[in-house]
């Protein structure tokens, strides 16, 4: 269902599935546990987020205690991923339309960015346009390692997944493409 509602809005399919063995195998890796909260920064359809839940109701049987968010910056998007946490009976989640990069969603009451048991994600590859211009004056520090070149924000997306992570209990995954181990800078 998902896969055609995805074809008959004239995107490619792969704009929105990771492969589900990739999917399976990183949500195996970050284990996540029954009170976990679960942070895609880049959700696309929500495939990771219905994994992660995937593999706590294998484990347990419920996920009544995990809440589950979600930032995805294109509308159609979204909303591909709402419906799709809907019919996997993911309750409590949040999906929110914005770019992450720019404007993460996820904050706390003092503007701080939220903290997850779980950061998980599939940003989008090799991303031209992601906002260097304004990362060395990030207001929420995400630029601890540096500041990504400007044509490529596959770094940025790992700073702002490990400033997203609970710190000393909190994992990250994400998949990225091997040209980050070659091509230099941060």
């Known amino acids: 269902l998902l896969k055609q509602f995805a ?6 399919a792969g704009e ?7 999917v399976r195998l990183l949500t195996q890796i970050l284990d996540p546990q029954p009170t976990d909260t679960v942070y895609d920064p880049a959700c696309g359809s929500g495939g990771m987020l219905v ?3 995937n593999e706590v109701m294998e484990a347990t049987g419920s996920v009544r205690q995990m809440r589950f968010f979600g930032q995805e910056v294109n509308l159609t998007t979204q909303a591909i991923a709402r419906m799709n946490l809907f019919l996997h009976d993911i309750e409590d989640a ?5 770019d992450t990069l720019r404007d993460p969603k996820f ?21 031209k346009n992601w906002g ?4 060395a ?3 929420w520090a995400r630029a601890f390692c540096g500041v990504p070149p400007a044509g490529n924000g596959d770094m940025a997306w790992v700073q702002h997944m490990v400033s997203s992570m609970r710190p000393g209990t909190g994992r990250v995954g994400v998949v990225m493409p091997h040209g980050v181990l070659f091509r230099g800078g941060v």
Do not use: Q, Y
């Not at 904050?107 to 991303?127: C, E, K, Q, T, Y």
């Open 132 to 135: 260097g211009d304004v990362w």
């Open 94 to 98: 949040e999906v929110l339309r914005g």
């Open 137 to 139: 004056s990030d207001p």
């Open 107 to 127: 904050r706390d009451a003092r503007g701080r960015l939220h903290r997850f048991d779980v950061v998980i994600a599939n940003p989008p590859f090799s991303l």
């Open 7 to 12: 074809d008959s809005s004239g995107a490619k």
């Open 51 to 53: 994994e992660a839940a």
């Open 16 to 22: 929105f599935f990771t492969p589900r063995a990739v």
